[in-house]
């Protein structure tokens, strides 16, 4: 379905193969819809391999890399033109300015010669790179060039973003403000797909996770569907509370709540409750808790969790 | 916070157009890059000394008529010139798109392969038409100062067109060997052997020794530049028999290409070396 709507990447029975090494190995996955979708696996598991195949990179072996339901092999033009993507940590020819550069992607990307200008000043500003705008980038640190980087995904509003390790060689902050622009992308009808080894990266920033070992994919479902499904039936949220907490009420009380299998106190002030369900639970809770007049001051996801079923999931195929 | 949202949907530009966008940024990186500038100071280090020793020496073969000296001046040394652009602008052209990662910056956009190629190999060849159009300049200055404005004979016009397309074959093959190579310096390297000893060591064994006219030769052809400045053009085929003592001889055959012939081997050398290498770089992977 060439040009639908809803923006959508499909591998269908990909394949890279290095001569008798399999990177990739069949692989069907389709993901449509404005989210983001982490893409999870070990180093040499075929992250990048993947997302290469999606931007041209290189070709595959057999099978098919559709992006809105085109072939990026046989018709790369079209198949790209609704999408940006960073993989690994390219380079802007060092003696181009940022400005430059961003010019020439705006440029083949066909925005309009009258908001090149604009539009590069305020993606520069979103990266907090505008005061380097008019240096030459041969000068730059690899966290400075990876802004620029990230900076060119937002230049011609693309609705489908790969995104290979993205915040790799930025420091905390710029790790930080990564994050925060992906996150932002994803409420404006946008497809983000990114790898990363970072789970906890995955759980903050991520709808969905993808999990691909040895170039098989493991499993492709919502954060909250894979921990329940993987880790004993039971989501995992930490709770932080203003005051010390009375353990009889944690353990006749909040242990007896719908859907909750266990709740365990780790410090006065901390509490680990173990849930069965998807997201609608995780709310209900959260709701029950407030009401219970505990002072919640913070109520999170374990990431822990993502990272058992990952671990879980990655020895299975060892 | 994204202010760069916008509604608007990109028309994404003609491949032809993504050539001229290409070249436009390939050849801003050229000039400004260093090795642009140490072209234009060997050049001018070359043409520094050409000047001096012609007025210092005042060589015979320079200065007994205006044909011997653009002969002398020009058809020694413009090959030269021309090769060191070539392995200067084209040497890595493609090969560093691979090793210094530029390739993932462009390559992941909606821009064929071929655009990018074509457009790095136009603006290599602008960037080498400059220092080979100041070689010129300086050649005719030098020309001027000894025999007048009326002392340019009208052969080299022609050598000079020879010349650039000579300079088009020569960036073929760089680029040939550029795609070939994911590293810089094997593809400089294969290039400069092949391009300053390997040609002429070829045509040298088959031509001087075996007597076989080396027509498949880049080199061989491009020496129609400095033949045309000659009268009468060279023959065909020279053939000196050098006696070595002991009833033996020594037979060494020296070949000059017709001017068509030159055309044509620098017009195939052109053609076949650029579409090659814009092929092998449509396959190559970045792994």
Redesign the interface.
């Known amino acids: 379905m060439p040009f639908s709507d809803v923006p959508t990447i499909e591998a269908v029975k990909l394949t890279k193969q ?1 001569g008798s090494f399999v990177a990739v190995s069949g692989l069907n996955l389709k993901i449509e819809g404005a989210k983001c979708v982490g893409f999870l696996g070990p180093n040499g598991a075929g992250k990048t391999t993947t997302l ?1 195949m999606f ?5 595959p072996s057999s099978g098919d890399a559709l992006i809105n339901g085109i072939n990026v092999h046989t018709n ?6 609704s ?1 940006a ?1 960073i ?10 300015t940022p400005r ?2 961003l ?3 705006a ?6 010669a009258t ?1 090149i200008k604009k ?1 590069i000043e ?2 520069v ?2 990266v907090h790179m505008s005061e380097w705008l008019d240096k ?1 980038v041969g000068r730059f640190s690899k966290g400075m060039k990876q802004r620029i ?1 990230i900076a ?1 995904t ?4 693309p609705s489908i973003l ?1 995104l290979d390790e993205p915040t790799t060689g930025l420091d905390p902050r710029g790790m930080s403000e990564v994050r ?2 992906v996150k ?2 994803k409420g ?1 009808k946008r497809l983000i797909f990114m790898s990363s080894h970072l789970l906890s990266e995955v759980s903050e920033i991520c709808d969905e996770v993808a999990m691909i070992d040895h170039g098989k994919l493991l499993v492709y479902d919502t954060i909250s569907n894979v921990t329940s499904k993987f880790s004993g039936g039971a989501n995992l949220v930490e709770v932080e509370l203003q005051h010390p907490i009375d353990p009889q009420l944690v353990t006749q009380r909040i242990a007896k709540l719908s859907n909750v299998n266990s709740a365990e106190q780790t410090n006065d002030t901390n509490l680990r409750i173990r849930f069965s369900g998807g997201l609608d639970t995780q709310e209900r809770l959260l709701s029950d808790l407030v009401k219970m007049n505990i002072g919640v001051i913070s109520y999170r996801p374990a990431s822990s969790e993502l990272e058992g079923v990952y671990l879980n999931l990655i020895k299975e195929t060892v | ?8 949907n ?4 003609s ?1 032809i157009a ?1 050539v001229g ?2 070249m ?3 050849l ?2 050229y000039v ?2 260093r090795r642009f500038l140490i072209m234009l100071i060997i050049t001018l280090l070359i043409a520094a000394l050409l000047t001096i020793i012609v007025a210092w020496r005042r060589p015979e073969g320079f200065l007994v008529s205006n044909l011997g000296f653009y002969s002398s001046w020009w058809g020694l040394s413009v090959t030269f010139v021309i090769i060191l652009s070539g392995i200067f602008f084209g040497g890595d052209a493609i090969s560093g798109e691979f090793q ?14 071929s655009s990018i190629y074509v457009g790095k190999w136009i603006s290599a060849f602008l960037a080498a038409t400059s220092i080979f159009l100041l070689y010129a300049v300086i050649t005719i200055a030098n020309g001027i100062y000894y025999f007048g404005s009326s002392g340019l004979p009208y052969q080299f016009g022609y050598s000079l067109l020879f010349a650039w397309f000579y300079l088009a074959a020569v960036m073929g093959v760089a680029f040939f060997f550029s795609s070939l190579f994911k590293n810089s310096t094997y593809s400089i390297l294969v290039t400069v052997i092949l391009l300053l000893f390997g040609f002429n060591l070829i045509s040298t064994l088959f031509s001087d020794l075996v007597g076989i006219e080396p027509w498949f030769v880049l080199t061989y052809g491009a020496g129609i530049i400095g033949n045309i400045l000659n009268s009468p053009y060279p023959l065909p085929k020279t053939v000196t028999i050098t006696p070595i003592g002991h009833n033996r001889t020594f037979t060494s055959t020296v070949f000059a290409a017709s001017i068509p012939e030159g055309l044509a081997i620098i017009g195939i050398y052109f053609i076949v070396t650029t579409i090659l290498g814009l092929l092998v770089f449509e ?1 190559k ?3």
């Open positions: 290095y290469k931007t041209d990179l290189i070709r790369k033009k079209a198949a790209l033109a999408v993507a993989i690994e940590t390219p380079e802007i020819y060092p003696s181009l430059e550069g010019s020439m992607i440029e083949i990307r066909g925005v309009p908001e539009r305020e993606a500003e979103e030459r980087n060119s937002l230049l011609s509003s790969l925060e622009i932002s992308l404006k | 916070m994204n202010k760069t949202e916008t509604n608007s990109n028309k994404v530009p491949s993504q966008i290409s436009k940024y390939t801003l990186e400004r890059s210094n990662r530029t390739g993932y910056f462009g390559i992941p956009n909606p821009i064929r392969r396959r992977e970045f792994t």
